[in-house]
């Protein structure tokens, strides 16, 4: 085997690497064909949907929108971004329009990956660019596709009024933190300028985002305040210390940092959050915390990280090695770098922890796998870092394209052989296992296109004028990947009562 195997190149890799990832995609948006409205779907956007019925302006729509925005804000729920993006899916135009809420999400959340993880480990840390964008795909390839079943890519991926609050938004994040690092290391000034400009309208649109999301950033932007507060009073520990040409525009990051921060206070201490709280099981906030640390290690450690995830966690290590070989910086404090990394992720968690006492809902978990795992990957790299310098490896050699060795690249084609080779037995037991074999079962057997159909039966009925009184049979088919929730066979449930409104039927019920 050794004899066919030569060292692979990281651009050709990266090149791999990308088409694979986007090749997964594809049976993902085209299941989203197949997707329509539940839920908060229609009650969100209830309003919304009522002015473009009246009007067909999206003019209109739009301005509705804003108005239910404020509503929200003021009599349900602070965080107002979310409410914004929950009351307009994409649905509200026509429910053939809904599959491109899974374009949006995946869409965001690929994009905020590649941009932050470009933006930290090539233009701040100086690594390789092959490089990190094979761990950019990875690391995404890993998230969606290795994924739990359930409720987690439900809410990830297909039901809009849940994924555009918290797995969009979980992307939009990681686009403000990039902006956040543009704005230092970009060379132009006009460059910089924009990025500061942007990060500042992000920041302040993140802070009322969902409270895990907006916590994480609330935290990063905290720390970056402090920060500049310390060497503006020359109290910077040597090695944190700024380049001279670098300080000036760090000192510019404290604006987006503080429209982040009122963003958030806005959020937390808005009128709407204090109804809510009266249907809400508070816990203690210290045992939340404590909670939170308990369940990064049970959920993300202990029952998410499978053999598939852990082979593909492996086949990093190779890159991973090439990658913090030719940057300058130091890695001196890896301690801090898992204390830290594992805080960042425990606190992801701590808002549902203390508003509601769990994490059960899928959509909450989604965006919890996605922080861990790139929250690991950066840990991993950062040990790496500082096991080379340890060693005395040579390191700091910058190249424009670079090989694995051949130690290295033998190690990858046995782990892929490996991966493989699982994957396609794990695969043959349960032909749910990855999202992307999940949705190929299910367009193949005919389950998606089924469930369509029904719904296509119901909108046929739903769009009639002539009948007020309606009456439906439960869904026969629920594809793993696109059935959230139906009607209820009580005709005073919340979720039938909204689609009453949203359709101006007297009475809609299951039976």
């Known amino acids: 085997m050794k004899n066919y195997i030569r060292q692979c190149n990281l651009k050709k890799l990266s090149l791999v690497l990308t088409v694979l990832y986007l090749v997964s995609l594809i049976p993902l948006l085209i299941l989203s064909w197949y997707n329509y409205p539940a839920a908060d779907d229609f009650s969100m956007a209830l309003e919304t949907h009522l002015k473009y019925v009246q009007t067909g302006s999206m003019l209109h729509a739009f301005a509705e929108n804003l108005a239910m925005t ?17 009351s307009m899916p994409p649905s509200v135009f026509g429910e053939r329009f809904y599959m491109l809420g899974t374009w949006f999400l995946l869409g965001m959340f690929s994009f905020g990956t590649v941009y932050f993880m470009h933006a930290l480990l090539v233009k701040a840390a100086g690594m390789n660019r092959y490089a990190v964008r094979c761990i950019a795909m990875l690391v995404m390839f890993i998230t969606v596709q290795c994924m739990q079943e359930g409720s987690q890519r439900v809410e990830a991926f297909y039901w809009y009024a849940g994924a555009i609050n918290y797995f969009f938004l979980y992307g939009l994040g990681l686009v403000y933190l990039g902006l956040l690092i543009s704005a230092v290391y970009d060379e132009s000034s006009r460059k910089r300028g924009y990025d500061v400009v942007m990060a500042s309208v992000l920041g302040f649109l ?22 500049i507060l310390l060497f503006k009073l020359n109290l910077t520990p040597a090695d944190l210390q700024p380049e001279k040409n670098k300080r000036k525009r760090i000192k510019v990051l404290s604006i987006p940092a503080i429209m982040m921060l009122i963003g958030f206070a806005c ?24 909670i939170s640390l308990y369940y990064t290690l049970s959920y993300a450690v202990g029952e998410w990280t499978t053999w598939s995830v852990l082979c593909l966690l492996l086949l990093t ?31 992801n968690i701590t808002p549902p922890l203390y508003a ?19 929250c690991l990957i950066l840990v991993m790299g950062y040990l790496m870092g500082w096991f080379q310098r340890r060693i005395g490896y040579p390191v700091g050699v910058r190249k424009s394209e670079v090989n694995l060795s ?38 193949i057997n005919g389950k998606a296109e089924a469930y369509a159909q029904q719904w296509k039966e119901r909108y046929n009925v739903l769009h009639d004028s002539s009948v007020k009184n309606v009456e439906f049979g439960e869904l026969t088919e629920k594809p793993e990947l696109l059935f959230f929730s139906d009607i209820s066979d009580d005709e005073n449930d919340w979720a039938n009562l909204a689609m009453c409104k949203y359709f101006r039927k007297n009475r809609i019920v299951r039976k």
């Open 70 to 86: 404020w509503h929200y804000y003021t009599k349900w729920m602070g965080y107002f971004t979310a409410d914004f993006l929950m």
């Open 206 to 227: 993140m802070g009322g985002a969902n409270y895990m999301s907006a916590l994480s950033c609330a935290i990063i932007s905290a720390l970056l305040l402090f920060y």
């Open 267 to 290: 959020s937390c201490m808005s009128p709407g959050n204090q109804y809510r709280a009266v249907g809400l099981t508070a816990i203690n906030p210290i045992k939340a915390i404590v």
């Open 317 to 347: 290590l190779p890159i991973l090695w090439v990658m913090v070989r030719e940057t300058s910086f130091r890695f001196q404090h890896p301690f801090v770098a898992v204390i830290f990394a594992y805080g960042m992720v425990s606190a």
């Open 356 to 374: 509601e006492g769990n994490i059960a809902a899928g959509r909450i978990q989604s965006i919890f796998w996605a922080q861990y795992l790139l």
């Open 406 to 443: 051949l130690s290295g690249s033998r190690f990858c084609a046995v782990l892929v052989i490996l991966w493989i080779f699982g994957s396609s037995l794990s695969a043959g037991v349960n032909p749910y296992y990855y999202s992307a074999t999940s949705a190929v079962t299910d367009l």
